[in-house]
Every structure is written in structure tokens, then in C-alpha cells.
């Protein structure tokens, strides 16, 4: 007699196989055809044939590429830039310092980010200080707030500047505020609704309705910044949490953010206008954001941005540029170090030079499987010279760069993959030997509660360690 139900259950999983493979397949020569980074190919191509089903999901959150797509036309973008160029151009003419010059260009060709003088910075590395910083600029805005963060949390941090502004709107005060939408998922839609209540203009980042369904999830808006009046900028690591002022059950959250105060604000209101113009489809370009402002101290900045959809890596490209001039030292501080191939040849290739090249990263971090990743690149850098430290007094969330005391970086990205290729960042290059001498005086007081590895003992690490790390290694792409 005929087993029918055992022929039918056979044809369909012979189906089922051949439209699960062929998918997997297909993805395969998608993702070939798509020219990629073939390190990023290759991780992407061994999770697919060695884990199917976790391969699939991850691919259709964070493997689809949307590099090809335009934020804003060509003719939109240069007016939103009209008013920072002209005043970029009225500036007195400035004295680039020798050793940045072509770093500085770099960024004027690709990125049009104008470098401003006469900037004052100060420099927050705890939630506390830079919370009452940010709440009392916010207290004396008279005209208007762009606020946009990764993530604005509805706890006593998040709750405490939400009310602020809307004190600020019920005073007349015009406020944009722009989240992410991943990064506020737990954040319930009443939090946001009250702010727009008041009159404030609130808009999520790329907002994900179905995840199984879209690579939206993966091109996230990281950056952190406020624009007040026109005059005053903020910019840095830190978001909008409890956790970035008390930190993790088992340490301080130790984390690096700058106030501006000058004509670089100009940069910053230009990159919020142009996520804003990204969430809105409004373009705004009125005089009267990007006031005259004098001269206010002696800092040279530029704001530099970077997106996963556009033709350059800038950040990442200025970083190799700045650690391949650097002559005498270079400083990091990053809570992920999982760099691509450029940044890993330049810091191997400097430090081989004689440079004096120290990364400092959290002995404990909040991804473990980020930290895993972070582990297996350090044999790669200690076998080349570059000093490492683990940070143990907490969470080191900080990303900070000092070189030469000359060169300054302080923004939003983390030397790793997803901040270089994926996120939307932004950071301020600051070109001023007292901000370098005063961010070096952070790092070195930062080293003294650090833990310092050496490459012998790190390879004499248990096995089943490093095993882990390899093969978490191989996702780093994708982490």
C-alpha cells in the first residue's frame, strides 16, 4: 500500500530545501555582486553557510545595503550650506596649523566641513557636569533648541530635560528634537508625546514598524548633539540616561563630551538641519540659525560628519590620515576597538615608526560579545608595539583622541566597524595645543586606573579564550 502522507511529507521538504538553499544562494551572489569590503563579504558569506536561519535574520536586519541612496539633492544640500560657507568665507584668514593642513582640506573636499577659529571648549568626562552644563544653556535660549540624540530615555535624566524644554516652549522658545528610533524602542510613545504637546517639533530617526522586513534597523543616527540659539553646541559620546551619570552596578560610567561656543556651532546646526531635513523633509536654511558670532576663545574646530549612505567613509578616512602624520604620540580611548583594515594598518604602521600609539578600552564592557571581538584584534596591535590599556574603574564609554599635542578628537564614533560603516556620526576635530594638552592631561590621568597587558602574557591566555574571541571575530563586521 501507497504511503502517500510519508511521499507528500518528503516532496515537501525536498522543497522546502531547494527554496531554502536557494535563497541562501541567491543572497550569496548578491552579496558578491554588491563589491563590499571582502572581509565584510567573507563574514557575511560564513555566517549564511554555517548558521542558515540566525544567517537570514541577520541579513534582512543588517546586511541589506542602502549605501547607494541620496539623503538630500545636490542643489538642497549646497544651500543648506550657503550660510556656514559665507561665513566661513568672512572669516579673518586663519593659520592652518602645517602638520593639519592636508587633514583639514580633506575634510573641506569631502565632507564640506569648514574649519572655524576662535572657538572656546570645555570638556565634561561625567554625566553630572555636563548635565547641569547642558540644562543651564538650555535655560537661557531665547530663540531655539535642535537637540538630537541616540538615546533620550524616559527615566529622572531623560524626564528632567524633557521638562526642561518644554518649560523653554511654553516661552516662545521654536525646539526640534530628533531620537532614534532603535535606540529609544523601550521609550513609550506618551515620553515623545508630551514634548509635542507643548509645541515641540519631535521626530524619530528612520523609524522600523516590521525588523524582520527591513535594513532600517541597521543604519542607526549615533550621534549626539544640541544646538542652542545658534551660538552654543554640545557634542560628544553621552546620551540621555541614568546610566551615563550613576553608570553600571559595578563601576562609573566614564565618558568624554565638549561644549562649543563659536563659530563651529555653525557645523553642528548644519548637520542637524540635514538630519532633520532626513526626518522631515523640510529644508531649513533662514539666516537666523546660523547667527554672526565673534571670535570667543583661540580653538581651530571642524565638525566633521559621516553616514552609510554617500561615497566616503570621512571619519574614518580622517582617522587614518591623522594617525599616519602623527610623529610623536597618539591616544585613544574607545569602548569597542573593532577597526577596520585601513585603521588597523595605520596604527600597526605608526607604531613600527617609533610612535608613541596607546588604546585604552574597558576591562568590563556593556556587549560582551563586543568585547570578545574587541580581544581578538589586541595580539595584532601588541605585536607592532602599540601600548594597551583596560580601563577598571568602570564602563569606559569614552571616544577620545589626543596627538602631538596638537590634534583633538571628541564626538560619537567608536573605532569599529559599525560606527565607520553603518551609523550616522559626527565628531569635532579641534586643532589647538591647550585643548591637546588638557585632553592628553584626561587620558594619562585615566591610565592611572588601568591595567596595562603585555603580549606574552596575553597569548599565554587559556585556549578555549582565544577560541572564543576567533570565532567571534569573524562577525566583527557585523557586530
Known sequence: MIDWYSITSQIATIIFDILYFGIIIGIIVIIILDNRNPVKTMSWILVLLFLPVIGLIFYFFFGRSQRRERIISKKSYNHLLKKPMAEYMAQDICALPDNYNRLISLFQDINQSFPFEGNRIETYTEGFSMLQSLLRELKKATKHIHLEFYIFEDDAIGRLVRDALIDKAREGVEIRVIYDDVGCWNVPNRFFDEMRSAGIEVRSFLKVRFPLFTSKVNYRNHRKIVVIDGRIGFVGGMNLAVRYMRGPSWGIWRDTHIMLEGKAVHGLQTAFLLDWYFVDRTLITASRYFPKIESCGSSLVQIVT???????????????????????????????????????????????????????????????????????????????GVKVYFYKKGFLHSKLIVADDELSIVGSTNLDFRSFEHNFEVNAFIYDVETALQVREIFLFDQRDCTQIFLKSWEKRPWRQKAKESVVRLMSPLL
Open 306 to 384: 559621516s553616514e552609510p549612505i554617500g561615497l566616503w567613509k570621512e571619519i574614518m578616512q580622517g582617522l587614518v590620515m591623522a594617525i599616519s602624520n602623527a610623529k610623536k604620540y597618539f591616544y585613544i580611548q574607545t569602548p569597542y576597538f573593532l577597526p577596520t583594515e585601513p585603521i588597523m594598518i595605520a596604527l600597526q604602521t605608526a607604531a613600527l615608526a617609533g610612535v608613541d600609539v596607546r588604546l585604552m578600552l574597558p576591562l568590563r564592557a556593556d556587549s560582551h560579545l563586543a568585547h570578545l571581538g574587541s580581544s581578538s584584534y589586541l595580539v595584532d596591535v601588541l605585536q607592532a
